[in-house]
Structure formats: structure tokens, C-alpha cells
């Protein structure tokens, strides 16, 4: 009966020299620093976009509040469908670090936008030197004594951001058509001024300008011509009375080739 006692006391103490000895010989844990004093996380709630069949990505910060190094690890209830970049690492004492939460994409859509996904951030105090690729799960093992600072964080669809709604040109802000076109007419007089302004540049172009001035050339020629065989008719009336003879073939043909002459270029201006 002694035997036996004094054998399982001796149990007892081996065990609790090795987990003493695993916790000194550890490279990573530091014991001693209270729970909910290591990271503060930004945000707690984690807002994707939902659209779709499109991967959406949503960024947490991890800031280390103390003067230690602090390992983190990032564990979801969902591992298909979100991949965490880095979900292990270190945060350097006094200094802030970048996590980007990535949700696949999805081919429907949740009734009610509702999401029961959740993530869980563990961080402890880790030595001084230690790197990303020395944290170890058994770094997180509240059973090994380990004091294991725990954040909650849940997942809220939002609605995607709508793009601007196109601006009617011409429109007013807070006017309706109804009104536009029963104001005195106002829906006409702007349709004369569009059309004006439409039309207004098109008489600016030298190609146009130079148009115009010939067309008004060739109407004052016209013009001067025609008042020219008038006094020349009216001569010639009055020669015909004092000559009391009829109007010579030639100048009434004379007259009447001028005549058409005149009237194709009247027609073309």
C-alpha cells in the first residue's frame, strides 16, 4: 500500500517537473500578462458587400497594446468559405497589423441577408524575436496553462454601393416634366433656343462664312443687273414712242435671255 502511494506521488511530481520544464524551454510563451490587455481589434464586425459570384475581401486591424510581442491565430466556424491572410503571425510591440478576410463567391444569395458565420481571434504574449513561422497551435493551449486572450467577431452583409444615377441634361433638380411643359409655353421657347444654339455654330465655320458672303455677292450682282435692264427697258419704251415703231425682235430677246438669267440666280439665292 505505501508502495503504491509512494509511487503515485512520484507520478505526480515527474508530471509536474515536465509541464514546468516545457513551459521554460518554450521559445514562444511568455506567462504573467493578464487576459483582454494584449490586441485591440478593428473592427468587431466584419461588413462584406454582397454580391453575387464576385470574391468579396473585408480588412482587420490588429493593434498590440503592449511592449511585447504578441502571436495571434484567426479560427472561423466556416473554412470554406472565407480564407484569412495571414490567420497566424506576430504583432510587433506597439504596432499594428493587417488581416484581409476574403469570402468566396457565392452562387445565392442568404434569405435576409442574414449570416451566422463567425470568427475567433486568439492572442498570446510571445518572446522577444519570435516570427510568424514559429507560432505553433500549441501556443493557443488553454489546457498547457497558457494565458489565451480571445476576441469574438461576427459577419453582417451590407448592400453593395449603388453607382450615381445619370443627370438629364437640361433638367432641373426637384422640377417635373409637367411642369416644365405647362410654363407659359417655356418647353417651346427652350426648344427655339436649343435649336438656335444648334444651328449658331454651324454659321461660324469658314466654310460657311465663305458660303454666305457669296451667295450675298451674287445677290447684290443680281441685283445691279436688274436694275440696270429695267432702265434699259424703260429706254428703250421711250424710244419706241417717240420712234412710234414696234420694239426690235433683237431687244426683246435680249430681255427675256436676261430675264432667265435673272431669275436662275434669284432662285439659287
Do not use: W
Not at 514562444?28 to 483582454?36: D, F, H, K, V
Not at 504583432?91 to 475567433?120: H, I, N
Amino acid at each position: 500500500m505505501s508502495l503504491s502511494l509512494s509511487l503515485l506521488i512520484d507520478g505526480l511530481v515527474s508530471l509536474s517537473l515536465s509541464v514546468n520544464r516545457s513551459r521554460e524551454e518554450s521559445p514562444a510563451i511568455l506567462i504573467g500578462m493578464s487576459n483582454s490587455e494584449l490586441l485591440s481589434v478593428e473592427p468587431l464586425d466584419l461588413q462584406f458587400p454582397f454580391e453575387l459570384r464576385k470574391q468579396i475581401s473585408c480588412s482587420l486591424y490588429l493593434t498590440n497594446k503592449t511592449d511585447n510581442h504578441v502571436a495571434f491565430k484567426v479560427k472561423t466556424t466556416n473554412p470554406k468559405k472565407y480564407c484569412v491572410r495571414p490567420n497566424t503571425g506576430v504583432v510587433l510591440p506597439r504596432s499594428t497589423c493587417e488581416v484581409l478576410v476574403t469570402m468566396q463567391a457565392q452562387k445565392e444569395a442568404p434569405s435576409d441577408m442574414q449570416c451566422k458565420d463567425k470568427f475567433l481571434l486568439q492572442g498570446v504574449t510571445a518572446s522577444p524575436g519570435v516570427t510568424a513561422k514559429d507560432v505553433t497551435p500549441e501556443m493557443f493551449s488553454k489546457e498547457a496553462g497558457y494565458l489565451v486572450e480571445e476576441t469574438k467577431l461576427r459577419v453582417t452583409y451590407v448592400a453593395p454601393p449603388q453607382p450615381p444615377s445619370p443627370v438629364h441634361e437640361g433638367s432641373e433638380e426637384g422640377s417635373s416634366p409637367r411642369a416644365s411643359v405647362s410654363d407659359n409655353g417655356g418647353q417651346a421657347s427652350e426648344f427655339s433656343r436649343s435649336s438656335a444654339d444648334k444651328v449658331e455654330p454651324q454659321e461660324n465655320t469658314p466654310e460657311a462664312r465663305a458660303l454666305i458672303t457669296k451667295l450675298t455677292e451674287e445677290k447684290q450682282s443680281a441685283i445691279q443687273l436688274n436694275n440696270k435692264l429695267q432702265r434699259e427697258l424703260d429706254q428703250l419704251r421711250r424710244d419706241s414712242k417717240r420712234s412710234q415703231s414696234g420694239i426690235p425682235l433683237m431687244y426683246v430677246l435680249l430681255v427675256g435671255l436676261i430675264g432667265l438669267i435673272l431669275g436662275y440666280i434669284m432662285k439659287r439665292t
